[in-house]
């Protein structure tokens, strides 16, 4: 069974840092691209960042201004999100998903990121 | 990086048929056959039942079906079930190697 599991999430000051873990199993983890997918409380899904299975190339939302960084580690099956300069516009859960067909075939059940002092 | 276009609500009977429109431009929606919706029941995870356009996911009921016509998509579900109540989104591949998501559709099912 295709399975993604994120941690990482948490309560952090403006101006502060996390970084996302996304775990992967159930398939070839260095074949697919992979997806960073936010959803603020209340609102809709926005899209965050793509990453190639090599890693090799990565895509970001305008919003993200040079202030997050995805990657991963293929060994580990593992998926990074490096989330810098945070401020209260960032609180939102956090899904990583499997990049198939130019789509986001699953998901992981997300990890909550909030932004307050 | 607009957000694509969506109703805000949609509503219909169970039984009927109803249609979820997603409007874009000639970077996203009408320049590539890479529109997908997904389907977000409340406090749950978001689940694709569409992608490139018109293609199902294994699993994924026939009543769900896809289209597009220049820049702008559609999902229809038909034969509807209260159990098809959630929030549907559709997203699109762009010229600048991004994706873009609408801003969501409510469905409720009378």
């Known amino acids: 069974e295709v399975q993604l599991v994120e941690s990482g999430g948490g309560l952090v000051q403006p101006g502060g840092s996390l970084r996302l873990s996304c775990a992967a199993s159930?398939?070839?983890?260095?074949?697919?691209?992979m997806h960073w997918v936010r959803q603020a409380p209340g609102k809709g899904l926005v899209w965050v960042a793509r990453?190639?299975?090599?890693?090799?190339?990565?895509s970001y939302a305008d919003f993200v201004k040079g202030r997050f960084t995805i990657s991963r580690d293929n060994p580990r099956d593992t998926l990074f999100l490096q989330l810098n300069n945070l401020g209260a516009e960032d609180t939102a859960i956090y899904f990583c998903?499997?990049?198939?067909?130019?789509?986001?075939?699953?998901w992981g059940q997300g990890t909550t990121v909030t932004v307050s002092s | 990086q607009s957000a694509l276009t969506q109703p805000a609500s949609v509503s219909g009977s169970p039984g009927q048929s109803i249609t979820i429109s997603c409007t874009g431009t000639?970077?996203?929606?009408?320049?590539?056959?890479?529109v997908s919706w997904y389907q977000q029941h409340p406090g749950k995870v978001p689940k694709l039942v569409i992608y490139?356009?018109?293609n199902r996911p294994s699993g994924i009921s026939s009543r769900f079906s896809g289209s597009k016509s220049d820049n702008t998509a559609s999902l229809t579900i038909s034969g509807l079930q209260a159990e098809d109540e959630a929030d549907y989104y559709c997203?699109?591949?762009?010229?600048?190697?991004?994706?873009?998501f609408g801003g969501g559709t409510k469905l409720t099912v009378l």
């Open positions: 997203s699109s591949y762009t010229a600048a190697t991004t994706w873009v």
């Open positions: 000639s970077s996203d929606v009408a320049g590539y056959n890479y």
């Open positions: 998903g499997r990049g198939q067909f130019y789509a986001m075939t699953v």
């Open positions: 159930g398939y070839t983890f260095s074949g697919d691209w």
């Open positions: 990453i190639t299975g090599s890693g090799a190339g990565t």
């Open positions: 490139e356009v018109t």
